[in-house]
């Protein structure tokens, strides 16, 4: 566990001459992060009524095989829509836990939590782009890849979470069939249904960009707020 140790170590660091800390460094890059995540949000929303729209047309066509598809699509924008909603306010707590981190002393609880938050995020959603800007994510510490990869292993979250999903049966249910599995448990965990795809597109066709739905406000604001970021890395470097 010891790049997580030597994460919550570098947390707690600060330049007492130059006025800076890493933790008010981390709190920028979480908010710019955050932001971009409600960016995503709004694209999925849009994503997942442009799919449903369609799978209730094929359908009426009468080609059950393409809806199914896109009902999947559909639903799973959605299940990623809501748990992504949920982990924006777990980060904004995060957020306020680390600018009490110093008074409080706790950095190592309050880093737990974030790359708890952190790593929930990247084992529930399987969407590319929200996996990319994990990947990409920059508090100034460095790559972040093996902080998390440690953090699962240690946590054991690999066999705790498991990535959403869609099921035959909620795909039927949204078409008012009756599902042809039995509601068991055993079948409630069983995969999905072999009719469906094994991975969306990233964006279907006709969706609107992340930067058309998230509005023009919304790119000014992630604008000042990265101007706010490199500021403090300057600063910081002296």
């Known amino acids: 566990m010891g790049s997580v140790e030597n994460f919550y170590k570098w947390l707690a660091r600060s330049n007492t001459r130059l006025g800076t800390n890493n ?14 995540l409600e960016g ?32 999947r699509s559909a639903l799973l924008y959605r299940k990623w829509a809501d748990k992504l909603d949920e982990f924006r306010t777990d980060l904004d707590d995060v957020q306020f836990q680390l ?12 880093g737990y939590d974030m790359l708890k938050t952190l790593c929930e995020l990247r084992l529930t ?10 990947n990409e994510l920059d508090v100034g510490y460095g790559s972040l890849h093996n902080v998390y990869q440690d ?20 795909i039927r249910q949204e078409f008012g069939e009756v599902s042809k599995t039995k509601k068991t448990k055993e079948n409630d965990e069983s995969s999905m249904d072999k009719l469906l795809l094994d ?27 990265e101007k706010e970021l490199a500021r403090l890395r300057k600063k910081r470097q002296g």
């Open 99 to 110: 600018s009490t981190a110093h008074d409080m002393n706790n950095y190592d609880e309050v």
């Open 40 to 71: 995503q949000y709004k694209r999925m929303e849009i994503q997942r009524k442009h799919a449903y729209q369609k799978a209730q047309k094929r359908y009426s066509d009468g080609d059950k095989h393409a809806a199914f598809k896109l009902m």
């Open 125 to 134: 959603l399987g969407n590319p782009q929200i996996q990319k800007m994990l």
């Open 151 to 170: 953090f699962i292993k240690s946590e054991e979250l690999t066999e705790k979470l498991r990535p959403l999903e869609v099921r035959e049966r909620e």
């Open 199 to 225: 991975e969306l597109p990233d964006t279907p066709d006709g969706a609107a960009s992340s930067r058309q739905s998230s509005g023009k406000n919304s790119d000014d604001e992630l604008f000042d707020l």
């Open 23 to 36: 933790a008010q460094q981390t709190i920028m890059a979480l908010k710019i992060f955050n932001r971009q």
